[in-house]
């Protein structure tokens, strides 16, 4: 089990694009590393395997989509989730970056919160230990195989929504998340939902873990958001 922050290889040529990316990952609690074309992506994928890439299909000496081709022939790159960035938006282009092994697609013009959710949500369906972790935090324990929540090694009973925003919490104890950050993260790029409704959910959490008068484990950042915190 690990807590450490994903990291994210970002293979892009563009200045401009590389800023907007690694600054929107980097916010939403990614470690970035950039590759400017697939030797450098290579080379830091053999240095240090990223837990995901985000790859341009358009990048100079050789495309994203042949780079995508080789890391899926090899077999210690084999399961190394990929995201796939282009401008090419034809469906004939979708399904030839999907058959060439990436595991989803982002056409540009893209936003940024639309892009940092698809990176989420293709970590939930890929990292390895996904389904057989567990993770601890003071006197919590979340069991992702049987999909139970305990304190204090009491069952907790919670709704699927609460359960992912508690998972959230899990994987980044101590950090604060905004509200805008738990809806892409927990609801998805593609939800519109208020974020008030991300305070419903708390309430409905904290009341859960809380039962029985036991020290509140959420604690709310005024005008920032909530973070997971021991010393609430
Ligand atoms: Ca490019």
């Known amino acids: 089990m690990s807590l450490a922050k994903p990291k994210i290889l970002v293979v892009e040529d563009e200045a401009a694009l590389v800023e907007l990316l690694t600054y929107n990952l980097e916010r939403a609690g990614f470690d970035t590393r950039v590759a400017r074309d697939g030797e450098e992506a290579e080379l830091a994928i053999a240095e240090d395997k990223p837990d995901l890439v985000v790859l341009d299909w358009m990048l100079p000496y050789v495309s994203g989509i042949e780079i995508c081709r080789r890391l899926r022939r090899r077999p210690t790159t084999r399961d190394l989730p990929i995201i796939l960035l282009t401008a090419r938006s034809e469906e004939a282009d979708r399904v030839r970056g999907l058959e060439a092994g990436a595991d989803d697609y982002v056409v540009k013009p893209f936003s940024p919160r639309e892009l940092v959710a698809r990176v989420g949500a293709v970590l939930r369906r890929t990292r390895p230990g996904g389904d057989n972790e567990l993770l601890n935090y003071a006197d919590l324990q979340m069991d ?15 709704g699927p929504t609460e359960y992912r925003l508690l998972h959230q919490f899990l994987s980044h104890p101590g950090r604060v998340f905004s509200r805008e950050q738990l809806l892409n993260a927990v609801w998805g790029y593609d939800a519109v939902i208020e974020p008030r409704t991300v305070d419903v959910h708390i309430r409905r959490l904290r009341k859960a873990l809380n039962d029985g008068d036991r020290p509140d484990l959420i604690r709310t950042v005024r005008s920032a958001g909530y973070a997971l915190d021991a010393a609430a």
């Open 144 to 158: 992702m195989a049987a999909h139970r929540v305990t304190r204090d090694g009491r069952p907790v009973a919670l």
